[in-house]
């Protein structure tokens, strides 16, 4: 009886995944794009995101900027929406670009994403990387580390926004 009570609930049941990611898709939340929580298919994504969470307090744009930019890289990988969860994420997703625009648009400090970027790109650098550098030894390897990782998210970000001057 036991057998067969395991054997009835097994295929019945949805995977949890699946429900994760519909709770995630009607959560609209701040905290939801969080690298933790992207589709696996998506996974490309998640760095980007840990960056964009990282520097919301100091460079809010430029969260925004790499959030906007882990969108349109999450529409090349998935551009169908196939994936599982990709269209519930991605939904929620566009409506909190489309409400954190206009919030950052006013607190940006130059005058074009280009620009807030390229002032952004040299603050970080100066103060994670270089300091690092200045300090490291081994136990400071991982943050050193980390701090590349994000300057790397972030330059890749700068060259997506950056917009060639032609004279």
Known sequence: MSSSSSMGSGPSEPPPLKLIWRQTA?????????????????????PILRVANE??????????????????KAHRLDCTSSG???????????????RENDQTLKGRVMKSDALEMQSSYPYY??????????TADKADR???NKAYETANVLFEVLKAVHEPIYI
């Open 26 to 46: 009607a959560n609209l939340g701040g905290s939801i794009f969080d690298s933790e929580a992207v589709p696996p298919s998506l996974a490309e994504i998640a």
């Open 55 to 72: 520097v919301e307090k100091t460079h809010p744009r430029v969260a925004y900027l790499c959030r906007f930019y882990a969108f349109e």
């Open 125 to 134: 650098y100066q103060k994670y990387i270089q300091a690092s550098h200045n």
């Open 142 to 144: 991982g943050q050193l």
């Open 84 to 98: 599982c969860g990709v269209r519930q994420f991605k939904s929620a997703f566009l409506q909190h670009l489309e």
